[in-house]
């Protein structure tokens, strides 16, 4: 999670009044926030990646005033302003805001320049998938022109220096350039931002104009996002705005529309959110005590939620424009039993009645515990693995047709999708110790889509085999198999079949009792030599939620 470093002086400013120790804590909890160190002027918490409007002073005064029954006020001014997107291919979107109207000092310019550098890290991925900029709306006549540049030919001088230079130049001699040249380098013209008056603004996504900077002097502000996502530069310009809007008198925040080529237009930042639904009979249910209805729109009200409404038996609800965390209704009712209060939860939670049955062990986790007990028995080595991996490692190595579950916005892309089989983590084990010969597995859950079309979703406990060393064979797997299933009292049968990525005359599916429990096989030497490894390889994959069904515990 990222650190944010605040002052407390500036903390204290924004949200009108002094704060104790004890306050600050409980805040930064309540919005779930770890506390790495509050002291006398300086204040360090963990920020979770999915609220980046906690990533600066602004957004963190803003939700305390809010749990204090503060409503939020933001005043949208639409005087048809137009910015013109002229066609970046390989970076095709744009989105723009202003701020007018703001006061600013050294403490707010360094929680400016924190908040955009978060945000171009965790959600644009290190700018390669979005960056994000604030110029002094001053210096420059609208409006601001989105274009290819030729990189010898446009100059200006970049932020914090001195001298001017070419847009390769600036690749070549910058920090900044350097850091992250590579993301436009390899094109023959790279984007900028210019104005109506010929004024460069920065060479995106790499660095700003440094007479654009934003100073103590700057009064009114442009915002701007690139990036190759249309939502996700709306949601950083609207994160942006609505925080630098934090420091503003009246709180307006001007909106651009920006048109570009055939019928794009794009326009921030985010004015309103969608309506979600939430049952009203399923709040208590999720958070296991009843909450008067009264308090659960007050708590929605004071986590900044608007539009609160009744309909039928639902609330109607709109989550702030810069919460882009909030996507269904259980998002809503997680914020619901945070004003609540999860100590007050356990609190009441321990009046309700109590179990009249003792507790016992899961089935599936006893027949887990079993196979592991076994496994480590016979000599192998336990690797566990996430159960979040990628597109590449899961589906393109093999060749495989499938459907893959995935993240939405994820934090890196080796880590983007759910596992729906737990062989290529184990050959990333082989690969990451660099050894030849080795008995390893992993029990673990993958997840899949149960029916494509309905989007159903299914989840299964699995444990993975693996065995290498030069004379590897299938029987070696079977031979493992065999003694598995004699543990438990039953006797597999073996068929054989196909499967991409294996040898087709040395790979079988596990059957009990004609139903389909798992797989063995020897991976192809086309994928051993993919990963980078020598000898032969032998995997097995079992099914323990069928296991179960087919044993008696």
Known sequence: MPVIVVSRRDLERLVGRSLTYEEIFDYLTRLKCEVERIGEDVIEYEATHDRPDLFSVEGLARAIRIMNGEKQSFEFIDENIVFYNKGVPYRPYVAFAIVKNIVLD?????????????????????????????????????????????????????????????????????????????????????????????????????????????????????????????????????????????????????????????????????????????????????????????????????????????????????????????????????????????????????????????????????????????????????????????????????ELDSELICVDNPKLEKYSCLRIWLTPGLLEVLVFNKVTSARIFEIGDVVGFKNPKSKSVEVERRVGILITHDKATLTDGLVVLNTLFEEFGIKPTYRESQMKGFLSNRFVEVLLNNIYVGFAGEIHPSIIKKFGLENPVVVAEIILDRLLEKISI
Do not use: C
């Not at 104009?209 to 700057?218: A, E, H, R």
């Not at 038996?313 to 998002?331: M, Q, S, T």
């Open 106 to 398: 050294d403490e707010a310019i360094k929680q400016i320049m924190q908040l955009q550098e978060k945000l171009a890290s965790i959600y644009g991925r290190k700018r390669r998938k979005a960056s994000i900029g604030v110029y002094d709306f001053d210096k420059f006549k609208i409006p601001i022109y989105y274009e290819l540049a030729d990189p010898m030919e446009t100059r200006f001088i970049p932020l914090d220096y001195n001298e001017e230079m070419n847009l390769l130049e600036i690749l070549e001699k910058t920090e900044k350039g350097r850091e992250f040249g590579w993301i436009i380098r390899d094109y023959d013209k790279y984007p900028i931002l210019k104005s109506a008056d010929n004024v460069v603004l920065s060479l995106a996504p790499i660095l700003n104009s440094d007479y654009t900077k934003v100073t103590v002097n700057t009064r009114n502000v442009l915002i701007d996002s690139t990036g190759t996502d249309p939502k996700l530069v709306v949601d950083m310009v609207t994160i942006m705005a609505t925080s630098i809007a934090e420091r503003s008198s009246d709180r307006r925040i001007y909106i651009v529309k920006t048109i570009g080529p055939g019928d794009l237009e794009i326009t921030a930042p985010r004015t309103s959110s969608r309506k979600i639904e939430v049952p009203i009979s399923s709040i208590s249910n999720v958070i296991g005590i009843d909450i008067k209805l009264s308090d659960v729109i007050d708590y929605l009200n004071r986590s900044g939620y608007t539009h609160v409404d009744i309909v039928n038996d639902k609330l109607l609800v709109e989550p702030p424009i810069y919460r882009i965390d909030v996507i269904n209704w259980i998002d809503i009712v997680e914020d619901i039993a945070i004003m609540h209060g999860f100590y007050e939860i356990g609190v009441e939670a321990e009046d309700l009645p109590h179990t009249s049955k003792p507790g016992r062990i899961h089935p599936l986790e006893f027949v887990t515990r079993k196979v592991r007990r076994f496994l480590a028995n016979y000599g192998f080595i336990e690797a566990p693995s996430y159960m979040l991996s990628n597109r590449y490692q899961q589906i393109e190595m093999f």
